[in-house]
């Protein structure tokens, strides 16, 4: 296993650039998604059940897009107060186009969130660590923000992501990643680790991201099987379920 001690695991990219990317593809993001919903929509059916929900309970939606996770969560939980932030401004226009009245903040950076310290009981963040110039900088700034009692669910592509994501692109198109450096799970465990992160849960899913529905079902069964082996890590949707420390 690879040793990320002394790695500041920074990329090579600002936040500036990831900003340019999703406002370049705002008006196809929906439709994009649409086209692979089954595994788009998993991401937020997975993600609610860990987050420990309840009414009045302050949740950070980080990145938000289109603010389709504030659906699952008011369905799951209608008194909670998700305020959901986001980089791309054109996403945002989009997202208040399909949600009006939805509780948006724009943010200029991941390294440096303009929320008090101690104000969110729950995290949420899907498919944005891989997206962040400095990721270390970001999950401290999630620590700072978040309560003593906070959990955090939090979601990323493996490694092994790569090729299948260049060969999708290649063949289908879709909004494409922009800025993006999939992560080894092992890295990503490193990296909550220094920032104050328990993680209370590993686990891998999505096997198969396309094709018909009961080959996707049987995919995610052979994947629930081999948890914590290599095969967990061909799941292209990794979750780290954590806890504030």
């Not at 899913?205 to 290599?230: C, D, H, M, Y």
Request: charge should be neutral; include cysteine; proline fraction near 4%.
């Amino acid at each position: 296993m690879r040793d990320y001690k002394n790695s500041d695991h920074r990329n090579t990219w600002n936040d500036s650039a990831v900003e340019e990317h999703w406002d370049k593809v705002a008006d196809v993001y929906v439709a994009e998604n649409d086209k692979v919903k089954k595994s788009h929509d998993q991401r937020f059916i997975e993600s609610v059940k860990y987050l420990d929900l309840a009414d009045y309970l302050q949740v950070l939606n980080i990145s938000s897009r289109d603010c389709e996770a504030d659906d699952y969560i008011k369905k799951q939980c209608p008194g909670a107060k998700v305020l959901n932030a986001e980089i791309s401004s054109e996403l945002m226009k989009v997202a208040i186009k399909i949600r009006p009245g939805v509780n948006q903040q724009k943010i200029n950076t991941y390294s440096k969130l303009p929320f008090d310290n101690n104000t969110f009981d729950r995290i949420l963040s899907l498919e944005t660590l891989e997206h962040v110039s400095d990721p270390v900088a970001f999950l401290l700034e999630l620590h700072r923000v978040s309560k003593g009692s906070a959990k955090m669910v939090l979601s990323c592509p493996p490694l092994t992501s790569e090729l299948p994501y260049r060969f999708y692109t290649a063949v289908f198109g879709g909004h494409g990643e922009g800025p993006h450096r999939f992560l080894r799970s092992s890295e990503v465990k490193a990296m909550l680790e220094k920032t104050g992160w328990h993680l209370k849960l590993h686990k891998g899913t999505v096997l198969i991201p396309a094709g018909p529905v009961s080959l996707q079902n049987w995919g995610e069964k052979i994947i629930q099987r081999f948890q914590n082996t290599f095969i967990s890590e061909l799941g292209i949707r990794q979750f780290f379920v954590c806890e504030k420390y």
